[in-house]
């Protein structure tokens, strides 16, 4: 393979006379296969000038394929001046992470508004494709291409090319999943770093600080040239390209830092090759053949999060409300509890697919939750994130995080948490014990039978349900007779309110919402909540024997098993267990309607949120102020004879003496005393 730097700098384009050795321009490497293939990694300011060659070796009908590997400005904001986009000829394949709020397109074209640049990304006359990659592997040709998450402030992906028998690996912008000032890695993010990179022959390494600076830059999301060192070393890489350098050095700071890692080398007696990225810089990456081992996930299948219940235990109201101010953004369900009690009852009764638990929590240690979980779960990768503090958590984190899927230090970056939650979800291929398998073939346009599952398949799906997993192999027969198999396409009615209720669902795959809508005239909606894998719902109408009381949607794709109505009445009266896990599964909901109702229920009045929405959302903006170091002001009105059927219209301008401060009756307001208001 043949590779050439473009541009090297990290965050912000340097131009200048000081710069001019390793470079000004912001991130983009070209990689040249011997079949022809083209590919460029990240789009920043360098990739202006390779636009430029690229027309003016007058290749006809131009094949890109660019892989950016995050939307960050400084590894984009040269796509709008790459000539090949603009020429009808050229076919231009983009590949990113799924991002936060925007789609890959939508960023690419926020730049690209009028208030920002003269031609918008509609306006291209190039051919171009946009893909979103999640964790795995896809090809490009002959050329083989793993992804794998990074540690970033933003959803971020390594790539490993593999071609022509040689292996690059370009990796930006990183963090250390855990910084102990040593190099060995404990940390099961750092692990998985290591092993993605181990045998690359060249490894293009996010360098932008040094481990002296690296305690004022911690949630920044960058690595330190000591870690990337280290990590390479570890990897049993050929070669390290420094990359990324920092805008604040010159080319004599950068030499300087290029010479500390090959001294850190010598020292641990490596063979690692190491130099820093120099714009300009074109050389040939030979290896040694070798074919891979490819992960078994496709990166171009999407894996879908929202509706994921993800367990938040923790009693720093704070902490709490940061979380949730950022995970709420990528609509999962939060199970928000205080205290080892509580999450443990949650987790026995509500299958969850992901816990954030405080290690120190009012009546006990997280990690003991930790070992509780870990024993009880039915899903065997259940993603567990321990939040510690860095101070005591030793040396050894494998004994003081057993069990535990990843941890993070506190003070933590909530989107940096909020990346890694979305990752570990990504990264887990099952949902309360049972395979998400929504095959490619296209849903029906309503829920319809699908596929027929055999009799001993549906005992199998309905014993791996935490409800039923009381019951015994004749139960599970008597249900599994009857029982199909239907699917619904996003936004389908599943149940509608007032029909009658002959059967109930289970959730294999997907998420449902359940909606109530009122019988006075104005027909308002409310929701009552929101149901995922390993959860049923049209009981209440099943038990009561009356009509549907409330609707249920597909919130997406999903697929249900239908049990006939007799079939679950027998069952139910045969068991005492799943009575009493039923009532468990019904308190539940009333709670959780209850509290939503009070939350969400606006005063009948004035249209206003209830109280308890406000001690709800005070904790978030607190800890967004506290956070973004801002003041917060709380404005508290009293506003008296509020419901009075004449309500006060205070007037505007200039008014007499004796007119002042008088209503339109001519009457002065008063306090709660008696007292003549001021107005």
């Given at each position: 393979?043949?590779?050439?730097?473009?541009?090297?700098?990290?965050?912000?384009?340097?131009?200048?006379?000081?710069?001019?050795?390793?470079?000004?321009?912001?991130?983009?490497?070209?990689?040249?296969?011997?079949?022809?293939?083209?590919?460029?990694?990240?789009?920043?300011?360098?990739?202006?000038?390779?636009?430029?060659?690229?027309?003016?070796?007058?290749?006809?009908?131009?094949?890109?394929?660019?892989?950016?590997?995050?939307?960050?400005?400084?590894?984009?904001?040269?796509?709008?001046?790459?000539?090949?986009?603009?020429?009808?000829?050229?076919?231009?394949?983009?590949?990113?992470?799924?991002?936060?709020?925007?789609?890959?397109?939508?960023?690419?074209?926020?730049?690209?508004?009028?208030?920002?640049?003269?031609?918008?990304?509609?306006?291209?006359?190039?051919?171009?494709?946009?893909?979103?990659?999640?964790?795995?592997?896809?090809?490009?040709?002959?050329?083989?291409?793993?992804?794998?998450?990074?540690?970033?402030?933003?959803?971020?992906?390594?790539?490993?090319?593999?071609?022509?028998?040689?292996?690059?690996?370009?990796?930006?912008?990183?963090?250390?999943?855990?910084?102990?000032?040593?190099?060995?890695?404990?940390?099961?993010?750092?692990?998985?770093?290591?092993?993605?990179?181990?045998?690359?022959?060249?490894?293009?390494?996010?360098?932008?600080?040094?481990?002296?600076?690296?305690?004022?830059?911690?949630?920044?999301?960058?690595?330190?040239?000591?870690?990337?060192?280290?990590?390479?070393?570890?990897?049993?890489?050929?070669?390290?390209?420094?990359?990324?350098?920092?805008?604040?050095?010159?080319?004599?700071?950068?030499?300087?830092?290029?010479?500390?890692?090959?001294?850190?080398?010598?020292?641990?007696?490596?063979?690692?090759?190491?130099?820093?990225?120099?714009?300009?810089?074109?050389?040939?990456?030979?290896?040694?053949?070798?074919?891979?081992?490819?992960?078994?996930?496709?990166?171009?299948?999407?894996?879908?999060?929202?509706?994921?219940?993800?367990?938040?235990?923790?009693?720093?109201?704070?902490?709490?409300?940061?979380?949730?101010?950022?995970?709420?953004?990528?609509?999962?369900?939060?199970?928000?509890?205080?205290?080892?009690?509580?999450?443990?009852?949650?987790?026995?009764?509500?299958?969850?697919?992901?816990?954030?638990?405080?290690?120190?929590?009012?009546?006990?240690?997280?990690?003991?939750?930790?070992?509780?979980?870990?024993?009880?779960?039915?899903?065997?990768?259940?993603?567990?994130?321990?939040?510690?503090?860095?101070?005591?958590?030793?040396?050894?984190?494998?004994?003081?995080?057993?069990?535990?899927?990843?941890?993070?230090?506190?003070?933590?970056?909530?989107?940096?948490?909020?990346?890694?939650?979305?990752?570990?979800?990504?990264?887990?291929?099952?949902?309360?014990?049972?395979?998400?398998?929504?095959?490619?073939?296209?849903?029906?346009?309503?829920?319809?039978?699908?596929?027929?599952?055999?009799?001993?398949?549906?005992?199998?799906?309905?014993?791996?349900?935490?409800?039923?997993?009381?019951?015994?192999?004749?139960q599970i027969d008597q249900l599994s007779l009857r029982a199909t198999q239907e699917r619904f396409g996003?936004?389908?009615?599943?149940?509608?309110?007032?029909?009658?209720?002959?059967?109930?669902?289970?959730?294999?795959?997907?998420?449902?919402?359940?909606?109530?809508?009122?019988?006075?005239?104005?027909?308002?909606?409310?929701?009552?909540?929101?149901?995922?894998?390993?959860?049923?719902?049209?009981?209440?109408?099943?038990?009561?024997?009356?009509?549907?009381?409330?609707?249920?949607?597909?919130?997406?794709?999903?697929?249900?098993?239908?049990?006939?109505?007799?079939?679950?009445?027998?069952?139910?009266?045969?068991?005492?267990?799943?009575?009493?896990?039923?009532?468990?599964?019904?308190?539940?909901?009333?709670?959780?309607?209850?509290?939503?109702?009070?939350?969400?229920?606006?005063?009948?009045?004035?249209?206003?949120?209830?109280?308890?929405?406000?001690?709800?959302?005070?904790?978030?903006?607190?800890?967004?102020?506290?956070?973004?170091?801002?003041?917060?002001?709380?404005?508290?009105?009293?506003?008296?004879?509020?419901?009075?059927?004449?309500?006060?219209?205070?007037?505007?301008?200039?008014?007499?003496?004796?007119?002042?401060?008088?209503?339109?009756?001519?009457?002065?307001?008063?306090?709660?005393?008696?007292?003549?208001?001021?107005?």
């Amino acid at each position: 393979m043949q590779i050439r730097f473009w541009g090297t700098r990290g965050s912000i384009a340097t131009p200048g006379s000081s710069t001019a050795h390793y470079g000004g321009n912001t991130s983009c490497v070209e990689v040249r296969t011997d079949d022809g293939t083209i590919i460029v990694l990240d789009c920043g300011t360098g990739v202006r000038q390779l636009g430029g060659r690229l027309l003016a070796e007058g290749l006809s009908n131009l094949r890109l394929n660019l892989f950016i590997g995050h939307t960050h400005w400084d590894h984009i904001q040269g796509f709008p001046f790459f000539l090949p986009a603009f020429v009808p000829t050229t076919e231009l394949n983009v590949y990113a992470p799924i991002g936060f709020q925007r789609n890959l397109e939508e960023s690419l074209a926020g730049q690209m508004q009028y208030s920002y640049f003269p031609v918008k990304l509609n306006e291209l006359r190039s051919h171009i494709h946009f893909t979103e990659l999640e964790e795995g592997f896809f090809r490009v040709g002959n050329v083989l291409v793993e992804t794998q998450h990074l540690n970033h402030t933003a959803p971020t992906i390594a790539y490993r090319i593999t071609a022509d028998g040689a292996t690059v690996a370009y990796v930006t912008d990183h963090e250390p999943f855990w910084q102990l000032g040593s190099s060995e890695f404990r940390h099961p993010g750092d692990q998985r770093h290591v092993a993605f990179l181990t045998d690359v022959d060249l490894i293009i390494h996010d360098a932008q600080y040094t481990e002296a600076e690296y305690p004022a830059k911690i949630s920044w999301g960058h690595s330190t040239i000591e870690y990337a060192v280290d990590v390479a070393m570890a990897a049993r890489a050929k070669q390290l390209a420094l990359f990324h350098h920092d805008p604040t050095r010159d080319d004599a700071q950068v030499a300087k830092l290029e010479e500390l890692a090959r001294h850190r080398i010598k020292e641990r007696g490596g063979k690692l090759e190491v130099f820093a990225a120099a714009e300009g810089q074109d050389f040939e990456v030979r290896g040694a053949g070798a074919a891979p081992d490819v992960s078994e996930l496709s990166a171009l299948h999407a894996r879908p999060i929202a509706g994921r219940r993800i367990l938040i235990v923790s009693a720093n109201e704070n902490e709490v409300g940061a979380i949730s101010q950022e995970l709420e953004e990528d609509n999962l369900s939060l199970l928000r509890v205080r205290d080892l009690r509580s999450a443990r009852e949650y987790a026995r009764r509500t299958p969850i697919d992901l816990a954030i638990i405080n290690d120190k929590l009012p009546d006990g240690d997280g990690s003991e939750l930790v070992r509780d979980l870990r024993a009880r779960a039915s899903q065997a990768d259940l993603p567990i994130v321990l939040l510690r503090d860095i101070q005591q958590a030793g040396s050894d984190l494998h004994d003081v995080f057993s069990g535990t899927t990843d941890y993070l230090a506190k003070p933590f970056n909530p989107a940096m948490l909020r990346t890694r939650v979305r990752a570990w979800l990504s990264r887990t291929t099952t949902a309360n014990g049972q395979e998400v398998d929504l095959d490619e073939s296209p849903l029906p346009s309503n829920g319809t039978p699908v596929e027929p599952l055999e009799v001993s398949d549906i005992g199998q799906i309905l014993a791996s349900v935490p409800l039923f997993q009381s019951l015994n192999r004749e139960q599970i027969d008597q249900l599994s007779l009857r029982a199909t198999q239907e699917r619904f396409g996003l936004g389908r009615r599943i149940i509608e309110q007032g029909e009658a209720a002959d059967s109930l669902y289970v959730i294999l795959a997907g998420k449902a919402r359940v909606v109530e809508t009122s019988d006075d005239a104005t027909h308002t909606e409310v929701l009552l909540g929101e149901l995922g894998p390993g959860e049923i719902f049209g009981e209440m109408g099943v038990l009561s024997d009356r009509p549907r009381s409330a609707s249920v949607f597909s919130v997406e794709e999903t697929r249900c098993l239908c049990l006939r109505k007799n079939d679950f009445m027998q069952v139910l009266q045969t068991s005492p267990d799943l009575s009493i896990a039923l009532l468990e599964v019904l308190a539940g909901r009333i709670y959780e309607t209850d509290r939503r109702l009070a939350r969400y229920s606006p005063d009948p009045l004035t249209g206003l949120a209830s109280r308890r929405a406000f001690h709800d959302q005070y904790p978030r903006l607190a800890a967004q102020a506290l956070r973004r170091e801002m003041p917060l002001l709380l404005v508290v009105l009293d506003v008296v004879s509020l419901k009075h059927q004449r309500p006060v219209r205070l007037y505007r301008g200039r008014r007499s003496a004796a007119n002042r401060g008088r209503c339109a009756d001519g009457v002065r307001p008063k306090d709660r005393s008696g007292h003549p208001l001021r107005l």
